[in-house]
């Protein structure tokens, strides 16, 4: 990978938002994946010692696979995890995989999420359980790994073999794990070409369908008959679900949340669901936060054109009237688009996000903090509240992004140099 450069506007006093040059080599490394071709990191998380895990998609001569890598809290290799650091697998053999995200358990487990490729148009939602050497946990699944198969193939969902990587389609994998173990997902059924529905399941610790969720172990998310989308969950601290994505086309932006038994909260918005518009304009929900005052923050971006959206609401589902006057807020960053793609709550109450610009050379990491008010913190990165950095000669794109206990900032995603690396970036926080 050739020396890679950063850029933003000039540097001033403000340190946070620059990056780290304690981390790798100033700041940026490339994730090693042996026997790939390419690899494009989509999760980060950080275990108990401060290592870095990273989940990606990796592509090999026998096709795509999901990876799995650690790195030291420096940036460099963890040699013992793993072959050399890394590894690669199948959710069932024969057949291609990718990783989405990846979550620490707290005994020291690690759960992997991705997507299982049933064949070269189908998905459905997978998982891999694994120690802490990297090594399958064998009660977990089968042997370590769970493709999750709803009655009636409800599950399975439309691969994205057409887009260019960056650009947010069909394909989607969120999870998040209770306090009592369960695993809570997202997936997306198409049955033709003009109707699809968006999947809340729940699954117990053993990776076996949770019946006691609806009574059945999944919930169908579909507002007024209309085309549904989901692409992002957080479960609230008093145990409701949100989830969000788009709904519709044109999109705009859905929230749906449902109490902890699956049931929809119709105390929420207008009988459980919210949707928006920005300025008219179709919108689409990447990552939910949930801040002190149990407000909720949502991120993802705006379409025709494409640039990052926020919206601030309060805990009922209804916008927050201080922040821009209620409005989904669009911040504009270089000519051809911009995007959310993660967001994480801080112990402040602040708002981190990352995602990234849109459109080849162009395409850069982005980074912004926002207050607890849902405004741009103006003491981030140079003054102005967020940082572009490029580290490649040709299509960054952040996807991920973990937070260390002393406040610096672990970035995945990849760049593109003749095939797509992937790579993990710290920033100063």
């Not at 780290?20 to 071709?37: I, L, M, N, R, W």
């Not at 529905?197 to 117990?204: E, H, K, S």
């Not at 172990?217 to 549904?228: A, D, I, K």
Request: with cysteine; aromatic share 6%; hydrophobic share 40%.
């Amino acid at each position: 990978m050739p020396t890679p450069s950063a850029f933003a506007c000039p540097a001033t006093r403000h340190q946070a938002g620059h990056l780290d040059p304690e981390f790798a080599a100033g700041g940026k490394t490339q994730v090693y994946f042996a026997g790939s071709s390419s690899s494009m990191a989509n999760g980060v998380a950080l275990d108990a010692q401060g290592r870095v895990l990273v989940a990606a998609k990796i592509g090999t001569p026998g096709g795509s696979r999901f990876g799995l890598a650690r790195l030291l809290e420096d940036g460099s290799a963890d040699l013992s995890f793993g072959n050399q650091g890394s590894l690669l697998g199948q959710f069932t053999l024969g057949f291609e995989a990718m990783g989405s995200e990846v979550h620490v358990l707290p005994g020291g487990s690690i759960l992997l999420a991705g997507l299982h490729y049933e064949n070269a148009h189908r998905t459905l939602p997978a998982l891999a359980m694994f120690d802490a050497h990297g090594h399958p946990v064998r009660d977990f699944g089968d042997n370590g790994r769970l493709i999750v198969r709803l009655p009636g193939d409800l599950s399975m969902g439309l691969r994205d073999d057409w887009l260019p990587p960056g650009v947010p389609g069909a394909e989607a994998c969120a999870i998040r794990v209770q306090e009592d173990g369960r695993i809570l997902l997202v997936a997306n059924h198409h049955f033709e070409l003009a109707d699809h529905v968006g999947l809340l399941i729940r699954l117990n610790a053993d990776g076996t369908l949770d019946r006691e969720f609806n009574g059945r172990g999944f919930v169908l998310v579909r507002h007024l008959l209309m085309n549904s989308w989901l692409s992002s969950l957080m479960v609230q601290r008093d145990g409701r679900i949100v989830t969000g994505g788009s709904i519709n086309f044109p999109e705009e932006g859905l929230l749906a949340r449902y109490h902890a038994d699956g049931r929809l909260d119709e105390s929420f918005a207008v009988d459980g669901f919210m949707t928006f518009k920005t300025q008219g304009r179709s919108a689409q929900i990447s990552e939910i936060v949930q801040q002190d005052n149990d407000d909720l923050h949502c991120f993802g971006s705006s379409r025709d054109p494409m640039h990052c959206l926020s919206l601030k609401l309060h805990s009922n589902g209804r916008p927050d009237r201080h922040c821009n006057g209620g409005q989904p807020q669009r911040l504009e960053i270089g000519h051809s688009g911009s995007q959310w793609t993660a967001a994480q709550i801080q112990p402040d109450g602040s708002v981190l996000a990352v995602g990234a610009t849109i459109g080849g050379v162009e395409a850069d990491f982005i980074v912004a903090r926002y207050l607890p008010q849902g405004q741009l913190d103006r003491s981030f990165a140079n003054g102005i509240g967020w940082v572009r950095t490029r580290l490649g000669r040709s299509l960054d794109t952040a996807t991920s992004l973990a937070v260390q206990d002393d406040g610096r900032i672990i970035v995945g995603g990849y760049s593109l140099d003749g095939n797509y690396r992937a790579v993990v970036a710290r920033y100063l926080g």
